[in-house]
C-alpha cells in the first residue's frame, strides 16, 4: 500500500508569513493528491484536488503543486483563520492519508 | 444542499460488532453522486479511509481492514451502513460518513458528516 509522509508535523507561523507544507509518497500517485484542512472538533474540509486545482469557495491564497511522489502545499499569506491541522491525501490507488501537519501560532 | 449525518451506538464491547448508519438528505443516494465513503480517525491521530460503497451495492475497502468490514446501501431509507466485525480497542475513534467529490472509487472526499464517536471498551 502507498504510504503518505508530511512534514514538517508542526509548524509555528505568524499572521502574514508564507507557509509550505510537504507530502510524499511512497510510490508514484500521479496527480492523484488532495489537501484537507481540519480544525478541532470539526469534519476535515477539502481545499486542493488533483494536486492543484482550487476546491470551489476555497481561498487563492491556498495552492498546491507537485507531481508523482512530492507534493507541496502553500498558503501564500498566512490569516488568522488558517491556524488548523492539514492533512494530504492519495486516491492514485485506494485512498491513504498522511499523519497531518499542525500550524500553530508563532 | 447535501448533507450527511452518522448515528449508532457510541460504544461497543470487543469482539462484538460495530454498526453505524449515515443518512443523506438533500439529495438521493442513487443519484447524487452514486459513490459513498467511511473514514476514521482515532483520537488525536490522523485519518485513515475505511471503504467506499457504489449505490447499487459495489465496495471497495481498504486492504487492512477488508477482512472485517463491510459498507451497504440501501436506497429506500437513502442510508449507507457500515458494519466492522471483531473489534478491539485499536477501533476507538471518530467514524466520518462522506461523499467522494467526483464520483469514483478512489477520490477525493468534499462532503463530510459531522462524525459520530465510537468507543471500544467493556
Known amino acids: 500500500d502507498i504510504q503518505m509522509t508530511q512534514s514538517p508535523s508542526t509548524l509555528s507561523a505568524s499572521v502574514g508569513d508564507r507557509v509550505t507544507i510537504t507530502c510524499r509518497a511512497s510510490q508514484t500517485v500521479s496527480s492523484w493528491l488532495a489537501w484537507y484542512q481540519q480544525k478541532p472538533g470539526k469534519a476535515p474540509e477539502l481545499l486542493i484536488y488533483?494536486?492543484?486545482s482550487l476546491e470551489s469557495g476555497v481561498p487563492s491564497r491556498f495552492s498546491g503543486s507537485g507531481f508523482g511522489t512530492e507534493f507541496t502545499l502553500t498558503i501564500s499569506s498566512l490569516q488568522p483563520d488558517d491556524f488548523a491541522t492539514y492533512y494530504c491525501q492519495q486516491y492514485s490507488t485506494y485512498s491513504t492519508f498522511g499523519q497531518g501537519t499542525k500550524v500553530e501560532i508563532k | 444542499q447535501l448533507q450527511l449525518q452518522e448515528s449508532g451506538p457510541g460504544l461497543v464491547k470487543p469482539s462484538e460488532t460495530l454498526s453505524l448508519t449515515c443518512s443523506v438528505s438533500g439529495g438521493s443516494i442513487s443519484s447524487s453522486s452514486y459513490y459513498w465513503g467511511w473514514i476514521r480517525q482515532p483520537p488525536g491521530k490522523g485519518l485513515e479511509w475505511i471503504g467506499t460503497v457504489y449505490y447499487s451495492g459495489s465496495t471497495s475497502y481498504n486492504p487492512s481492514l477488508k477482512s472485517r468490514v463491510t459498507i451497504s446501501v440501501d436506497t429506500s431509507k437513502n442510508q449507507f451502513s457500515l458494519r466492522l466485525n471483531s473489534v478491539t480497542a485499536a477501533d476507538t475513534a471518530l467514524y466520518y460518513c462522506a461523499r467522494p467529490a467526483r464520483g469514483g472509487w478512489d477520490d477525493a472526499f468534499d462532503i463530510w458528516g459531522l462524525g459520530t464517536v465510537v468507543t471500544v471498551s467493556s
Open positions: 488533483k494536486a492543484s
